[in-house]
């Protein structure tokens, strides 16, 4: 509850979402002040950069800017995005990070060297923060790095990238641990991970 200008709180939780959104939203709060129409701001430029990062992940698989434009435009033309962007939820923010991260990466199979190693270590490890899900986006990665660049896995820097984003990651990992029994909403007898859940998820 916002009174007065600062936060105050009338019951406490431990809660299942990590601290990646929360840390972002504190320092839109720090310049701006407590106000909650700073979060509606801060969810509505998340979800643009979200439209960007879509069109730059176009861009550098296809080199192509009439399908980065496509990917661009389908983005901001999803129903559940426009939804889900016209919130403070962290929805917006979980899904612009991971297109971040993504991009980082393949940026990072392109062309490695310090400055893309340590950006793509630090995309992966913060986009990883957003949600209790968001720890999937280390599989992606390394589907994208078979699918892309399959050479890149005999060379030592890829293991380099991933000792950094398993270190920045420890306090995320012991934050997942912390609410390993939550559960996330799921029905007790599917879990929390379950194929059951895939044709909802793909309406």
């Given at each position: 509850?916002i009174?007065?200008g600062?936060?105050?709180c009338?019951?406490?939780?431990?809660?299942k979402?990590?601290n990646?959104?929360p840390?972002l939203?504190?320092?839109?709060?720090r310049?701006?002040?407590v106000?909650?129409a700073?979060?509606?701001?801060?969810?509505?430029?998340?979800f643009?950069?979200?439209?960007?990062?879509?069109?730059?992940?176009?861009?550098?698989?296809?080199?192509?800017?009439?399908m980065a434009?496509g990917a661009?435009?389908l983005?901001?033309?999803?129903p559940e995005n426009?939804?889900w962007?016209?919130?403070?939820?962290?929805e917006?923010?979980?899904?612009?990070?991971?297109?971040l991260?993504?991009?980082?990466w393949i940026l990072?199979?392109?062309?490695t060297?310090w400055?893309?190693?340590v950006f793509?270590?630090?995309?992966v490890?913060f986009a990883s923060?957003w949600r209790?899900e968001?720890v999937?986006?280390?599989p992606?990665?390394?589907?994208?790095?078979?699918?892309l660049?399959?050479?890149?896995?005999?060379?030592?820097?890829?293991y380099?990238?991933?000792?950094?984003?398993l270190?920045l990651?420890?306090p995320?990992?012991?934050?997942?641990?912390?609410v390993?029994?939550?559960g996330?909403?799921s029905?007790?007898?599917?879990?929390?991970?379950?194929a059951s859940?895939v044709?909802g998820n793909?309406?």
């Amino acid at each position: 509850v916002i009174a007065q200008g600062a936060f105050e709180c009338h019951a406490n939780e431990y809660n299942k979402e990590p601290n990646a959104f929360p840390f972002l939203l504190s320092l839109v709060f720090r310049f701006t002040g407590v106000n909650e129409a700073w979060a509606h701001v801060l969810n509505r430029m998340l979800f643009s950069l979200g439209v960007v990062f879509a069109f730059w992940i176009g861009v550098l698989l296809f080199n192509n800017y009439w399908m980065a434009a496509g990917a661009g435009l389908l983005y901001m033309l999803t129903p559940e995005n426009l939804l889900w962007g016209a919130t403070v939820a962290v929805e917006p923010g979980t899904a612009a990070f991971i297109g971040l991260a993504v991009g980082a990466w393949i940026l990072f199979l392109k062309d490695t060297n310090w400055p893309t190693t340590v950006f793509a270590a630090g995309a992966v490890a913060f986009a990883s923060q957003w949600r209790p899900e968001s720890v999937l986006l280390i599989p992606l990665v390394v589907a994208a790095t078979l699918f892309l660049a399959p050479r890149q896995l005999k060379k030592r820097h890829v293991y380099s990238v991933g000792l950094i984003v398993l270190v920045l990651l420890i306090p995320h990992l012991g934050h997942l641990w912390a609410v390993r029994g939550e559960g996330w909403g799921s029905s007790s007898e599917a879990g929390k991970f379950a194929a059951s859940y895939v044709p909802g998820n793909l309406k």
